[in-house]
């Protein structure tokens, strides 16, 4: 398998765990993989009366740093314009909104899960 297709599938693998992760903690899932002009969000949900973007990261090799590390402020402002197209696509521009990141570990099988809310 190539590097680019194996990282493809720790993506989506990462994008099905976080589904089942924020499903377990009282979120609603709206859709995965919005696309926006040349943005992606992993994840749209809700949270009670919250509309919430959520980036995926997972990595399987500590030896690239965290997961969370790789939301850098340009991945970022991608993020706030594609939840915009969302937000204006689905005419919710009176609705609270937030970003959350979801970090997985996955040393040797073992996951581990890092929620920040409202990271940026």
């Keep these: 398998m190539s590097g680019e297709a194996s990282r493809r599938n720790v993506g989506k693998d990462g994008e099905r765990l976080a589904v089942s992760f924020l499903e377990h903690q009282g ?3 709206l859709e995965r993989n919005y696309t926006f002009n040349h943005g992606e969000i992993d994840i749209v949900a809700r949270e009670k009366d919250e509309l919430v973007f959520v980036e995926v990261k997972m990595r399987r090799n500590p030896q690239f ?12 402002e991608l993020l ?5 197209g969302y937000v204006h696509e689905k005419k919710l521009e009176n609705c609270s909104c937030r970003f959350d990141v979801v970090a997985i570990r996955d040393e040797n099988g ?4 890092v929620h920040y809310k409202n990271a940026f």
């Design 27 to 29: 979120y609603t899932i």
């Design 65 to 76: 740093g965290s997961p969370e590390e790789s939301v850098t402020p340009t991945k970022q």
């Design 80 to 84: 706030r314009r594609t939840a915009e």
């Design 110 to 113: 073992v996951k581990t899960f």
